[in-house]
């Protein structure tokens, strides 16, 4: 969508930066109140913003000298004939720009364990342990160290490990790597357990699955890559690293709205582990901008609009926005739909050391309205039910299920994905997107899909995991995110699904 002419307007959106001129379906529709409010908050915040990185700073330049009062819209209308007004595809972030990116933050050569979940159970050092990120050294700690000691056997694995990936030797690099998980597996992780915490333990686990992430990346094999993310995450859910490699092997895979999501939660976890470079910040958010351009030019059954929210949205403002939508989308108006439930953030308006980032609200737009009705009846429920059985006692059928997954199932999942990919929280279940896996993961096991609801079960214990970290939670939450994981975990190790949590939720 075109810029807004006013130059002060303009002016207070190139000072913050904040609102991706790629994604300028974020215009205030909502009365010049809100607009006057919108922007006051823009330059509040923009005087906190500091002078972003060289290398960012060109991509910027790139992006708005290819978007500037041009359209962004949807890559498929560009095909449209007679319109004298043609638009123009989404600006791209270069591929350069994301291999450098990925080379400096998710292949960066570690040689250090996190041991960030809790101080060491006991410490014979005056010196205050270290909690940084990098902290420890994984080949052995000082004499003195509050940190635990590493086994022998284990050093010398990883070691081998490091030695064969930094001679590019990748495949070798795994099966060491694979044989220290192994190690740890059987107990030899630190040299005595009694002086660790079991935390600890996981951390040196974590940063091993996270080795072999990068290892099967190098080696082209994302999926293998995929799975040994999601333990990284479910083991060490804090380290921004372990999210942002798993958001790497969902580019690899070519699922931008999941690579998205993960790349969000990488950016709020550096934060939140009190990370201070500027430069890494910003290489995280724009990382996270090119994944949702990806999502929505690849995208051919919806499209979307972002409003920025200021004050309450009643049903009239909500019919106001449609309207709107109607307008600029004219070929996604079978069913139009308004994300009632927690507000939206964007790439580069989630400054969280500072003031709050500006909240969006989500519209999306369907071709198919058997689809955007769906979405729309399942938003109304406490909790995400993955099915639309009539009968909820009555299991489906083998072929009602491949029926269910043809013309529904795979269609609406894309959706749920990118709905998730600028949410981070939703305020009517912490769970709800783990449970909305778990259900997803069901539904690949009637369809006798193995491989693919271990994975999908393995993504929503890693979603259970960070939950915490994203949000408050309530004992009832709390209780209910023990026992999905507990169930999760039985399902994984081939035990009965029968009486999981949320079949019981479905039931209810």
């Known amino acids: ?37 919108t922007m006051e908050r823009i330059k509040k915040t923009g005087k906190k913003k500091k002078k972003q990185s060289n290398d960012i700073d060109k991509a910027s330049r790139k992006r708005k000298s290819e978007s500037h009062e041009k359209l962004a819209v949807k890559k498929e209308t560009i095909l449209e004939t007679g319109n004298p007004l043609i ?100 107990g030899a992780a630190i040299d005595n357990a009694f002086e660790s915490s079991p935390e600890d333990i996981s951390s040196i686990a974590s940063f091993i699955e996270t080795k072999l992430v990068t290892c099967y990346l190098k080696l082209k094999k994302p999926d293998d890559a995929l799975n040994h993310s999601y333990r990284s995450i479910i083991l060490n859910p804090t380290y921004f690293r372990n999210h942002l490699r798993q958001a790497a092997a969902f580019r690899c895979l070519e699922r931008y709205s999941e690579a998205a999501r993960s790349t969000m939660i990488a950016d709020y ?60 989308h004219p070929d996604y108006v079978e069913h139009i739909y308004t994300d009632p439930h927690g507000l939206h953030i964007l790439p580069q308006t989630a400054e ?8 969006y609200l989500l519209t999306l737009g369907f071709r198919n309205k058997h689809i955007g009705k769906i979405l729309e009846r399942w938003s109304s429920r406490k909790l995400p039910v993955f099915s ?44 709800s997107r783990g449970i909305e896996k778990l259900h997803y993961a069901s539904l690949l096991g009637r369809l006798q899909r193995v491989e693919e609801q271990s994975q999908v079960i393995n993504q929503a214990m890693a979603e259970l995991a960070t939950v915490p970290y994203l949000q408050d939670i309530s004992q009832q939450d709390a209780e209910l995110l023990q026992s999905l994981m507990a169930d999760a975990m039985d399902t994984l190790e081939g035990r009965s699904d029968k009486g999981r949590v949320w079949n019981k939720i479905q039931k209810v």
């Open 1 to 37: 969508q075109q810029m807004r002419s006013s130059k002060e307007s303009y002016v207070a959106a190139n000072k913050l930066n904040d609102i991706p001129e790629a994604l300028q379906e974020v215009k205030n529709h909502l009365g010049e109140g809100a607009a006057d409010n």
């Open 269 to 328: 976890m550096y934060w939140l582990t009190r990370g201070t470079e500027q430069h890494i910040s910003k290489l995280i958010k724009l990382y996270w901008q090119a994944m949702i351009e990806e999502a929505i030019t690849r995208e051919v059954s919806f499209s979307v609009m972002y409003t920025p929210f200021v004050t309450e949205v009643n049903a009239d403002k909500i019919n106001k926005i449609k309207d709107i939508f109607a307008k600029k």
């Open 352 to 359: 969280w050391p500072s003031l709050p980032p500006q909240k």
């Open 87 to 186: 638009p123009t595809p989404l600006s791209h972030i270069p591929l350069k720009i994301l291999t450098d990116i990925e080379t400096e933050l998710v292949y960066t050569d570690e040689e250090n364990i996190s041991f960030e979940f809790a101080e060491p159970a006991v410490s014979t050092s005056t010196q205050p342990a270290r909690r940084d990120s990098e902290a420890a050294d994984a080949l052995g700690t000082p004499a003195g160290s509050a940190l635990p000691q590493i086994d022998r056997r284990l050093q010398t694995t990883l070691r081998e490990a490091s030695a064969c990936y930094r001679q590019k030797n990748y495949a070798a690099a795994a099966e060491q790597f694979s044989t220290a998980l192994e190690l740890c597996s059987k």
């Open 388 to 431: 639309e059985r009539k009968a909820p006692f009555s299991p489906l059928t083998r072929e009602e299920t491949k029926r269910y997954w043809d013309y529904t199932g795979k269609k609406i999942v894309p959706v749920m994905d990118f709905i998730r990919s600028t949410k981070l929280t939703d305020n009517l279940c912490a769970c």
